[in-house]
């Protein structure tokens, strides 16, 4: 999550991750060059009914939509040394300019085999993964016939943000049948929203229906592109959400060099400045307005942020009292949307108020933002397995499959015991390379964790006394170690136990666990290259 305020912080990356309370969900897949610059709508609004053309389908756009088919292999965190079992689903995707096919990067990720069918053909054409952002859910296809866009031609982007209540049609290939499905509604919302916990953007809120399988497909505005189709409010009736063409064009001008850098961020802790004794206290004059810092995001001495700063501009636009800035007529989103459109060389201008005093800065943006449980981002797992206990490192993913193998309740134990996997969610690396090592499984079947209670989903605290930092450090730790027995334990408040294991046993008894569970290698490559000593 991007710089955020007060309703942002911990308890809600909390529920959101490990009490799956946000209900908004991937348009899920059903089973079986740069653009042009995006500016805001004028203010001068088109009302939907000077746009007739809007909710009429247009068979060259019907030509241009493609159903896409992935066989997914994702990472399983919870036995990391394999994957989960294969599964075929189908989305929706979009031809561009350029010959390719743009969709969501959740259809595409970990998939071992792709294909795109255009609409009323009776043939699948193979596909590869060109560029994808898991973050902002896009990904661009190229197909291996390019014999294909002779006849199915790009649509075309409209350059800016559509108005609220601007009519959409919404194309795609959602469950309940084999042919293009085209839903008709309007523009309900614009926000700058999160989309993970390490990514916001620009997203687009519409009443058209949007059901698994819609994933990918166009939302189309007088015959042009306002966004892509990703995701679905799972607890209400037509409350579906686009990827706005601002947040495409972005996408697509970073991953021209053929690499995804990332969006510019802040991530300071923000807090609003409306409560009056607060306004009071900082003695602020009635006029000024703006949004307060609470944390700042580096202690670095020459950090150009402070606690209390007042920031009332980015660039040239005034900052309101609950970090909002209005773009247009009838937009006003986060002031955070500013920064992918002011940063230049990694920093973007503010004006701030501090002690009284009014000063211009030049704030440095992160196109990554460094967490210390971070997401996978499409690679597997790294993991090791030493004698009957396996390890990895705790990743977002890791901790949503959690709530759903667990529940709430287990979500709830590991808060009343401190763990870091509670605690530490959105926090930042206390130091280069920090990683939460985390016991992936329950013990496997061996006679040396007689009497020990299952450590599973536990944080790795020290080993033999030595503090853990990431999992490549305890893995050279292990290899290093000559005591006679080893000792590990667990960060966390209360509870738990401290495992002591005889060093040559754990040693001695991992091949045959590994033969016995039929698991092709002790660790991850990366690992077993420290392990082996090279």
């Known amino acids: 999550m991007q710089t955020h305020v007060n309703s942002f912080q911990r308890s809600t990356l909390i529920s959101a991750i490990l009490l799956s309370v946000i209900s908004i969900l991937r348009a899920a897949p059903e089973s079986a060059s740069s653009l042009p610059a995006i500016s805001p709508a004028p203010a001068a609004s088109t009302s939907p009914t000077a746009q007739p053309g809007a909710l009429s389908g247009d068979s060259s756009i019907e030509n241009s939509v493609v159903k896409v088919f992935s066989t997914i292999a994702r990472p399983d965190p919870y036995r990391p040394w394999s994957k989960e079992a294969p599964s075929d689903i189908t989305g929706s995707g979009t031809v561009i300019a350029g010959k390719r096919i743009l969709t969501n990067a959740h259809m595409v990720l970990y998939a071992s085999q792709i294909e795109i069918q255009a609409n009323q053909a009776g043939d699948k054409i193979a596909a590869t993964v060109e560029s994808v952002a898991p973050g902002i859910d896009l990904a661009v296809l190229k197909v291996d016939d390019e014999k294909f866009f002779d006849s199915h031609s790009a649509i075309a982007f409209r350059e800016n943000l559509p108005d609220v209540k601007e009519p959409v049609l919404v194309y795609g290939y959602p469950t309940g049948g084999n042919s293009l499905s085209i839903t008709k509604g309007i523009i309900s919302r614009i926000e700058f929203t999160p989309y993970t916990l390490a990514v916001s953007g620009l997203r687009i809120q519409i009443d058209a229906a949007i059901n698994p399988g819609n994933s990918g497909g166009p939302a189309i505005v007088d015959g042009k592109i306002i966004g892509l189709a990703f995701s679905h ?169 959690l709530s759903g193998k667990s529940g709430a309740s287990y979500s709830s134990f590991l808060s009343l015991i401190g763990s870091p996997l509670i605690n530490r969610i959105g926090d930042k690396p206390a130091f280069e390379g920090e990683r939460l090592v985390v016991v992936s499984s329950p013990f496997f079947p061996e006679k040396l964790v007689t009497g020990y209670g299952t450590p599973a989903w536990q944080v790795v605290k020290t080993v033999n006394g030595q503090a853990i930092q990431n999992l490549r450090q305890m893995v050279g730790l292990l290899r290093d170690l000559k005591d006679p027995f080893v000792t590990i334990a667990f960060n966390t408040r209360s509870g738990g136990e401290t495992l002591v294991f005889p060093r040559a046993d754990m040693v001695a008894s991992t091949e045959k666990i590994l033969d016995n569970s039929g698991i092709r290698s002790q660790g991850s490559p990366d690992v077993m290259m420290l392990w082996s000593g090279r």
Request: charged share 25%; hydrophobic share 35%; proline share 7%.
């Open 233 to 401: 409010l799972s607890s209400a009736q037509n409350i579906g959400y686009i990827i706005p063409c601002e947040e495409i064009a972005l996408f697509l001008k970073d991953v021209a060099d053929g690499h995804y850098d990332g969006k510019p961020a802040m991530y300071d802790d923000l807090q609003t400045l409306e409560n009056p004794a607060l306004r009071s206290s900082l003695k602020l004059d009635s006029s000024q307005r703006g949004i307060l810092v609470h944390r700042v995001f580096s202690p670095e001495t020459n950090y150009p942020l402070q606690e209390w700063d007042l920031i009332t501009r980015i660039g040239d636009t005034p900052v309101d009292d609950q970090g909002m800035v209005k773009v247009s007529e009838n937009l006003r989103v986060r002031f955070q949307y500013l920064v992918q459109k002011t940063a230049r060389e990694n920093k973007v201008p503010l004006t701030i108020v501090r002690a009284g005093r009014e000063m211009k800065i030049e704030l440095p943006v992160f196109q990554r933002r460094p967490l210390v449980i971070p997401d996978l981002d499409g690679a597997y797992p790294s993991y090791f397995i030493y004698g009957p206990i396996s390890f990895s490192e705790a990743t977002t993913d890791f901790l949503s499959g």
